[in-house]
């Protein structure tokens, strides 16, 4: 795990119970559901109102994402078409 990437905690601003049983008891987040401590990367009522709850429990909110850029080669590629296409179209390959 990477520095940036941390793990949502309950007592995130955003962080949401599907149950609506999430309480504090003495900074311990608490679930009256489960009748334990909540744990965000176990439980399947756990949700982000920003959407950034990533599956395995970290937050998205944190994650930098990743930009993959086309190598110009494939971007030109031109495609073959196939003899009915080439008749529509007039032209053998396609860019």
Avoid: H
Avoid at 10 to 16: A, D, T, V
């Amino acid at each position: 795990m990477n520095e940036k990437q941390r793990y949502c905690n309950p007592s995130c601003e955003f962080f949401r119970c599907g149950r609506k049983a999430l309480f504090f008891k003495s900074r311990v987040a608490w679930c009256k559901f489960a009748d334990d401590a909540c744990d965000v990367k176990t439980c399947k009522f756990a949700s982000c109102i920003r959407n950034k709850l990533l599956p395995n429990g970290i937050c998205g909110l944190f994650v930098k994402p990743k930009i993959i850029e086309p190598k110009p080669e494939e971007m030109l590629k031109p495609i073959k078409a196939s003899g009915k296409l080439i008749q529509k179209l007039k032209e053998r390959e396609l860019y």
